[in-house]
């Protein structure tokens, strides 16, 4: 029995090496193939400060495709971080924006608005788990630690402190040697031809149940948290809603009062909306339902961005 418990320990030893290796050796990769993901970013920022650190969903990431990042801080003289990722609401940006002030500042927030990540936990909660996202993340204690607290006080599933203390998705990421960019960047420069059932089929995706004025009050709260936030630590806020067709946009479900609680909230903040969501409706400036490609958003950016990215107040 003896010499079985050692043989035991020494089994469960040698697979514990095997394992942080398997671990060590995907971390490096990460670090080898990252592109999108905001704590990527966040781990790897060669600089302290921004003039501007942007976030949002999907709507927002267009900004960083191929060099655009790169132009617009050649065009305004400023430093830009786009900390956006896909399918994230107000409680998991806040989370990003919350990791990013441990070690950086900003002077401006830009926050892309999107209605949709107000009424789920499925663009909240949920977001933390999502394997897609935690096989890109960089091990740090400190989002160890801060993922931890957000299971104890946010309702987030414990599963996610543990795949990521773990590294179980990374080390089981099938696309681990490929690069970290987020589909629609390979889609930048196609120009999109409307389609009634691929906006019906969009919708349906992005609004997965009936809205709950508890989730809604929840997530609301959660946002003025995170403008709260940014206030206290001096940096200044503008929130925008991207331009998106008018086929798109006829069918977003109780858009108005969303816009309404929203601006109660900015205005109490002394924070300005800028609501683009009208101004361009022509198929040609977008490559997919409702983001901008290429064009336009070299067009949004001299008409409508540039202004707020060079105003000292971002109004």
């Given at each position: 029995?003896?010499?079985?418990?050692?043989?035991?320990?020494?089994?469960?030893?040698?697979?514990?090496?095997?394992?942080?290796?398997?671990?060590?050796?995907?971390?490096?990769?990460?670090?080898?193939?990252?592109?999108?993901?905001?704590?990527?970013?966040?781990?790897?920022?060669?600089?302290?400060?921004?003039?501007?650190?942007?976030?949002?969903?999907?709507?927002?990431?267009?900004?960083?495709?191929?060099?655009?990042?790169?132009?617009?801080?050649?065009?305004?003289?400023?430093?830009?971080?786009?900390?956006?990722?896909?399918?994230?609401?107000?409680?998991?940006?806040?989370?990003?924006?919350?990791?990013?002030?441990?070690?950086?500042?900003?002077?401006?927030?830009?926050?892309?608005?999107?209605?949709?990540?107000?009424?789920?936990?499925?663009?909240?909660?949920?977001?933390?788990?999502?394997?897609?996202?935690?096989?890109?993340?960089?091990?740090?204690?400190?989002?160890?630690?801060?993922?931890?607290?957000?299971?104890?006080?946010?309702?987030?599933?414990?599963?996610?402190?543990?795949?990521?203390?773990?590294?179980?998705?990374?080390?089981?990421?099938?696309?681990?040697?490929?690069?970290?960019?987020?589909?629609?960047?390979?889609?930048?420069?196609?120009?999109?031809?409307?389609?009634?059932?691929?906006?019906?089929?969009?919708?349906?995706?992005?609004?997965?149940?009936?809205?709950?004025?508890?989730?809604?009050?929840?997530?609301?709260?959660?946002?003025?948290?995170?403008?709260?936030?940014?206030?206290?630590?001096?940096?200044?806020?503008?929130?925008?809603?991207?331009?998106?067709?008018?086929?798109?946009?006829?069918?977003?479900?109780?858009?108005?009062?969303?816009?309404?609680?929203?601006?109660?909230?900015?205005?109490?903040?002394d924070v300005p909306l800028h609501d683009f969501t009208s101004t361009m409706n022509d198929p040609r400036f977008y490559f997919d339902t409702d983001h901008l490609n290429r064009a336009g958003l070299t067009e949004f950016f001299a008409r409508q961005l540039k202004p707020i990215l060079a105003s000292p107040s971002g109004n």
């Amino acid at each position: 029995m003896k010499r079985l418990g050692v043989s035991a320990l020494l089994f469960g030893a040698i697979g514990l090496l095997i394992y942080a290796g398997l671990y060590y050796g995907a971390e490096q990769l990460l670090y080898r193939t990252g592109r999108s993901n905001p704590f990527f970013k966040i781990a790897t920022a060669a600089e302290e400060g921004f003039d501007w650190v942007i976030l949002g969903a999907s709507h927002a990431m267009p900004l960083d495709f191929a060099d655009f990042n790169a132009g617009m801080e050649r065009e305004t003289g400023l430093r830009i971080l786009n900390l956006a990722s896909p399918g994230t609401g107000p409680l998991y940006n806040r989370f990003v924006l919350e990791s990013f002030l441990r070690e950086h500042r900003a002077r401006g927030l830009l926050y892309v608005l999107d209605s949709f990540a107000f009424y789920s936990r499925a663009w909240n909660e949920d977001r933390f788990a999502d394997a897609k996202l935690l096989r890109r993340t960089p091990f740090e204690p400190a989002t160890a630690r801060s993922l931890w607290n957000y299971t104890r006080n946010e309702g987030v599933d414990f599963r996610a402190v543990l795949d990521f203390a773990t590294g179980f998705s990374k080390i089981n990421n099938r696309e681990r040697f490929q690069r970290d960019t987020w589909e629609g960047e390979a889609q930048f420069d196609r120009v999109y031809r409307p389609s009634a059932a691929a906006v019906k089929k969009r919708i349906e995706y992005l609004y997965p149940e009936p809205a709950v004025a508890a989730a809604f009050s929840r997530y609301l709260e959660e946002f003025r948290e995170l403008v709260a936030l940014a206030r206290q630590r001096g940096i200044r806020v503008a929130v925008i809603k991207m331009p998106v067709p008018a086929q798109f946009q006829s069918q977003l479900p109780n858009e108005a009062a969303f816009d309404a609680a929203i601006s109660r909230i900015l205005v109490s903040q002394d924070v300005p909306l800028h609501d683009f969501t009208s101004t361009m409706n022509d198929p040609r400036f977008y490559f997919d339902t409702d983001h901008l490609n290429r064009a336009g958003l070299t067009e949004f950016f001299a008409r409508q961005l540039k202004p707020i990215l060079a105003s000292p107040s971002g109004n």
